[in-house]
């Protein structure tokens, strides 16, 4: 785990484990070929065949699952909460002004933004405004016309205990779809729901039949420790899910100096340090310069040109 530095700025909480994606006989190709894009990206992946899976974890049941991937190293996960924390810190420093505020109405005068109307009657002066309001950018984007296929979809993530030790324990995503991963003593696991009850703006209930259903019967078929597992407890969240193909929208859309960067269906806090870079140097620099971002462009909606992503879960 790397530890906080003097400052406490680098307290991240990350746990370099890697992620661990199973897959079945018809799985593996669509897999491998994963494996080839993100090595010829600079990526170190290891490969696994059922064998070599038991050998290296062998809490773990390898029936039925053909072909496996795990990143090298720099791969796991981290705080969300420690790294917002820093972001925000290094923000301030930098002379960022934080506001709290619920957005009612944008002004415009011709095809330019002017201003941004809060709830409480203030009023804000506005050269640029970014849309990076998550589950609710869709609804701030209509105020000036704009139409984002980005929808708050529910997900629900269980707290589970174990009394059995299963060490070296990576991010696992079993062919099923079922996320798990250790937190402390406890593991985080979740699945998203089919798409028939994937609804929008569903109330923020935890979904104990996923866990009754899906993920119980799945994790404790995969991790027959599992099987004495107990949920300690659960809550339920928003992903800014984009309906279109499932990618962050980052760019310029609509009036001449309105931005979005949202979109990204649950891969938000991992992108987040390249998209506030590549935004920054887009409203400054008025391009790209280290970072070029523009295939996330909203453009594509119109143009159909999609990026599909095909590991959402």
């Known amino acids: 785990m790397q530890s906080c530095g003097e400052d406490g ?8 484990r890697g992620y661990l994606f ?23 992946v290891q490969e696994f065949n059922s064998a070599q899976l038991l050998q290296r974890y062998p809490w773990l049941n390898c029936a039925g699952i053909v072909y496996a991937s795990n990143g090298a190293y720099g791969e796991g996960w981290f705080d969300g909460h420690m790294l917002h924390q820093v972001y925000r810190r290094r923000a301030i420093a930098a002379g960022v002004k934080y506001l709290r505020g619920n957005v009612v109405d944008l002004t415009t005068i011709g095809s330019v ?3 941004v109307k809060l709830a409480d009657g ?5 050269d640029h405004v970014i849309n990076a309001c998550g589950p609710w950018s869709a609804s701030v984007a209509r105020l000036v016309g704009v139409e984002l296929p980005v929808r708050a979809r529910r997900r629900t993530v269980f ?4 009394p059995t030790p299963l060490p070296v324990f990576p991010i696992l995503i079993d062919a099923s779809g079922v996320f798990v991963r250790p937190e402390q003593q406890h593991f985080l696991c979740s699945v998203s729901p089919n798409v028939p009850s994937d609804g929008d703006d569903l109330p923020l209930d935890p979904d104990f039949s996923l866990f009754d259903e899906n993920i ?13 597992l107990r949920v300690e407890r659960a809550w339920a969240g928003y992903y800014e899910f984009n309906t279109a193909d499932q990618n962050g929208l980052v760019g310029r859309i609509g009036p001449d100096n309105f931005y979005v960067a949202t979109g990204f269906s649950g891969h938000g806090l991992m992108h ?4 506030g870079r590549g935004m920054a140097e887009l409203l400054t620099q008025g391009e790209y310069r280290t970072l070029d971002l523009s295939p996330l462009s909203p453009l594509r909606l119109q143009t159909g040109q999609l990026l599909v992503e095909d590991a959402v879960y």
């Not at 987040?272 to 998209?275: C, K, N, P």
């Open 272 to 275: 987040s340090a390249g998209v």
């Open 216 to 228: 119980w019967p799945t994790l404790a078929e995969r991790i027959p420790a599992f099987e004495a």
């Open 159 to 162: 707290v589970v205990s174990c």
């Open 122 to 126: 203030n009023q804000l002066p506005a």
């Open 22 to 44: 199973l897959a079945r006989i018809d799985q593996a190709a669509r897999l491998r070929e994963r494996t080839r894009n993100v090595r010829a990206l600079g990526s170190a």
């Open 9 to 16: 700025s680098l307290g991240v909480g990350l746990h370099v």
């Open 113 to 115: 933004i002017t201003g």
